[in-house]
């Protein structure tokens, strides 16, 4: 399981809406062993996730959580992202050259079948049928992971 904390800022019926907060940079750029590089100094990057709330913890706007996915889910999504459209370019340009024998029908079918896969991407993407989805793990007193006493 890849697991994030972060502090929930918004909540709705079944999720919630998670700020996590992303340090680039080791932190350690002046002090010896560190990079060296003076100018790439720890920096934040905020992101925000929803995850579902399925344990039903009673959540509040403020409250921080440990949110969690599958560790296949990111090989799970990369080859949903890269095979399907592949897999619907080659369906299209071979369905293309049936109907429309030579380049012009391949060239369009393809096309044709590039487009049906981003479609179908997001429309998988809509309804939460790719790769699983953030999940709220447990709710915690602080960011760096202690639990809540609750």
């Known amino acids: 399981m890849i697991e994030e904390s972060g502090r929930v800022v918004a909540v709705e019926r079944d999720a919630v809406w998670v700020e996590t907060v992303r340090r680039t940079g080791c932190g350690r750029c002046d002090e010896p062993g560190g990079c060296g590089n003076a100018s790439a100094r720890l920096a934040e990057r905020r992101g925000h996730v929803k995850a579902r709330n399925r344990a039903r913890h009673a ?4 409250d921080y ?4 996915v599958p560790a296949n ?3 799970q999504g990369a080859a949903l992202m890269y ?3 592949l897999a619907y370019l080659l369906a299209g340009a ?3 050259e049936a109907l429309q024998p030579g380049d012009s029908g391949a060239l369009a079918g393809a096309a044709a079948g590039i487009a049906a896969s981003f479609v179908t991407l997001r429309l998988l993407a809509r309804h939460g049928a790719g790769p699983s989805e953030p999940v709220v793990l447990a709710r915690i007193a602080s960011p760096d992971g202690n ?3 609750h």
Do not use: I
């Open 147 to 149: 639990q809540c006493p």
């Open 94 to 96: 071979l369905l293309g």
């Open 73 to 75: 889910a990111v090989l």
């Open 65 to 68: 959580v440990r949110v969690g």
């Open 59 to 62: 959540l509040a706007v403020g």
């Open 83 to 85: 095979m399907l459209p």
